[in-house]
Nanobody, 113 residues
Framework: QVQLVESGGGLVEPGGSLRLSCAAS????????MTWYRQAPGTERELVAI????????NYADSVKGRFAISRDNAKNTLYLQMSSLKPEDTAVYYC??????WGQGTQVTVAS
């Protein structure tokens, strides 16, 4: 049974940083490209970042490029999203998603003073 459990969200002031984690189980994590999506209230889900199975290639939405970094530890079956220079418009629920479209439950990130 595929499980994706996100953690690390919370309330942070503008300009601050957070690191999200996604613990994966129930599939061979190291074989799959992984992504982070986010969804703010009243908006569509947005692809934030993507990383290949070996971590050798990454790509980002223009809105987060230079501020966010996706990474993975295949030995720990864990996906990460390091978020820096956070802005209020980064407020959203963040999800990790497998290449075969399995979603975690999400973790809330709120950027506010």
């Amino acid at each position: 049974q595929v499980q994706l459990v996100e953690s690390g969200g919370g309330l942070v002031e503008p300009g601050g940083s957070l690191r999200l984690s996604c613990a994966a189980s129930g599939f061979t994590f190291s074989k799959y490209t992984m992504t982070w999506y986010r969804q703010a209230p009243g908006t569509e889900r947005e692809l934030v970042a993507i990383i290949t199975s070996d971590g050798g290639s990454t790509n980002y939405a223009d809105s987060v490029k230079g501020r966010f970094a996706i990474s993975r530890d295949n030995a720990k079956n864990t996906l990460y999203l390091q978020m820096s220079s956070l802005k209020p418009e980064d407020t959203a629920v963040y999800y990790c998603v497998t290449a075969f479209n399995a979603w975690g439950q999400g973790t809330q990130v709120t950027v506010a003073s």
